[in-house]
């Protein structure tokens, strides 16, 4: 039996779905009420946590 395209498509679609399987059911529920705002324009909150939120020169 020879491997083709869509065998390769199938295996990657079996692989991402094992993987989000298995980050639901072991990671911690997201809670809403502590996420960080998606747009904070203009409400004196700063990003934190990322490589963007840096002090250029730091």
Not at 31 to 48: E, I, K, Y
């Given at each position: 039996?020879?491997?083709?395209?869509?065998?390769?498509?199938?295996?990657?679609?079996?692989?991402?779905?094992?993987?989000?399987?298995f980050d639901?059911s072991h990671?911690?529920?997201?809670?809403?009420?502590?996420?960080?705002?998606?747009?904070?324009?203009?409400?004196?909150?700063?990003?934190?946590g990322a490589?963007?939120?840096?002090?250029?020169?730091?």
């Amino acid at each position: 039996m020879t491997l083709s395209r869509t065998h390769g498509v199938i295996a990657l679609v079996v692989v991402i779905v094992a993987l989000l399987v298995f980050d639901l059911s072991h990671s911690a529920p997201l809670d809403p009420f502590r996420a960080p705002a998606l747009l904070a324009l203009g409400s004196g909150q700063a990003a934190s946590g990322a490589h963007c939120a840096a002090a250029p020169g730091s």
